[in-house]
Structure formats: C-alpha cells, structure tokens
C-alpha cells in the first residue's frame, strides 16, 4: 500500500552502508519512521529528503507494517537554519520536542503547523522568540499549558495588598488595567524609566513558577524574574513592556525545565543553545 503525506524530518540515522531511516512527523499519522534507502550515495536523487528539516510530501509504501520513502516533493528545506550554527541548534530543539512529544498514530496536525510555523521564523533574523513560543504551544498541545495571563494571587489577599507585597516601591504595582486577550487580567507594570530587567531585579524575590499548575505565582514555586514573565505572556499574545535577550534566555530555562517536569524527558539541544545567546 501506498500513501501521501507532508511531513517534517525529525531526524535521520545511518542504516546499513547507504541507507538512512528517517523519523517523520507528520498531521494524520503521528510519528512515523520510514527507510530511505540508497541516499547515502552521492548521485541519490532522494538525498534532499533525508537533509535536516526537510519539510516535504513524502510517498510512503507500507508493507508488514514497515515503511518506505519511495518518492518526495520538497515544500521547504529551511537552508538558513543549516547556515546558522545558533539557528540550527534552536531548530534542532524544535525537531526534538516534536520527537518526544509525538507517537506513532496520533494526531499531531497542530504540532506540525506549530513546527513548521516556527522553523519559517527562525530563517529571519532570531530564533530565541520564535523557539519560546514553539514550546509554549507544543506543550499546550501536550496538555501541558503555560499561563502567564494573570498573576495567581493567593485569595487571603486582595489585588492591593499582593501589589504590596511585590515591592516597597510604589513605583511597581499591580495593575488590573490589561488590554490582552484575557480582558481584566493582571500584570506587573514596569515603569517607563526603567528597563524590564532593572524591574526585574527589584521583583525577582516576589515571582514564583508553580511546576505543577504551569503558573506564574506570587505565593510559591521556582524563583522567576519580572523579564521572564513578561517574555512568556508576550509569546502567548498577551500585552507586555519590550522584552529583552534576557528574558528570552531566561524564558527557554524555565521552559527547559518545566518539559523535564512534565513529561520526565529532557530537550538535550536546548541548554547548548541557550549558551550560545
């Protein structure tokens, strides 16, 4: 039997003298891993196929429940990425999170748009932004969703009293006044005199990420900054001041470390380029 499909390399590893079995995400069919044989070779006209994030309609032959490559259509080859050694470490944490969280016969159409979606990003200038916000939707696809739309503030305190308690300085309050998509949501507001990351600093002591709730919190949890707040609830559409590189790197560890919470499995590409930024 034969069948069409689009899918996103994940990866590809060698099998036998010149062949490759490569890894594939693809909408209907979830994860599927499928031989391409003979592309080793340099005159392979299939060696496109077997390329880092090759994004393509893939011919597939099933047979004894095995797959094959027997023919593919390039939609994109995301070159940049492959020219970029920060760019092409981010992509890769893109291809692995996919490999994790995706399995055989499992509906991934939003996983794959949400990949595919990101790597286009990624040939533009950054990749840090577009990364975040990959992750942010694929474990929310996972089931694993991150909120950033409002502080959790305990219920023995009112909105002023926790405002209170984020800092001394009157300065840097707790405002109700939010035009984001979660009309009346919460947010810290960070003055225009100073720089997210001065305000930051001064409320590091204050935020907290609750692993288990996937939350922002004022009461318990992580340590978290004010920019990685602010960086996530920007990726997830909410209003927000003008991030910074560190909130970006400081976003991808927490995110770093709450997919290990989530699904007891690391993104092993992602701290090698976090230090690269």
């Not at 960070?190 to 939350?215: C, I, N, Q, Y």
Request: with cysteine.
């Amino acid at each position: 039997m034969e069948f069409k499909t689009d899918a996103l390399l994940l990866k590809a590893v060698d099998y036998g003298e010149n062949d490759k079995l490569a890894t594939l995400l693809t909408a209907e069919r979830g994860k599927t891993v499928a031989a391409l044989k003979g592309v080793k070779k340099g005159s392979a006209k299939l060696k496109f196929a077997a390329q880092p994030f090759c994004f393509a309609e893939y011919v597939l032959a099933e047979k004894s429940g095995r797959h094959t490559v027997i023919s593919a259509s390039l939609h994109d080859g995301f070159y940049p990425l492959c020219e970029d050694v920060e760019k092409y470490y981010a992509a890769a944490v893109v291809c692995e999170a996919c490999d994790k969280l995706a399995y055989e016969g499992m509906a991934c159409g939003g996983l794959l748009v949400a990949a595919v979606t990101a790597l286009t990003e990624m040939c533009g200038r950054d990749a840090a932004f577009p990364l975040v916000k990959f992750l942010l939707t694929a474990l929310q696809l996972a089931g694993y969703p991150v909120r950033a739309d409002a502080l959790a503030v305990p219920l023995r305190e009112s909105t002023r009293e926790a405002g209170e308690r984020v800092s001394e300085n009157p300065s840097v309050t707790h405002s109700v006044r939010d035009s984001s998509p979660a009309r009346g949501a919460e947010f810290l507001a960070v003055p225009k005199r100073e720089s997210t990351r001065e305000a930051g600093e001064r409320v590091l002591s204050s935020l907290f990420f609750d692993m288990e709730r996937g939350a922002f919190s004022l009461e318990k949890g992580t340590p978290a900054s004010a920019v990685t707040y602010f960086c996530i609830r920007e990726a997830l559409g909410y209003e927000a001041p003008p991030r910074e590189r560190e909130g970006e790197k400081r976003a991808l560890r927490l995110l770093y470390s709450y997919f290990a919470y989530q699904t007891d499995s690391e993104l092993l590409s992602l701290p090698d380029y976090i230090r690269m930024l």
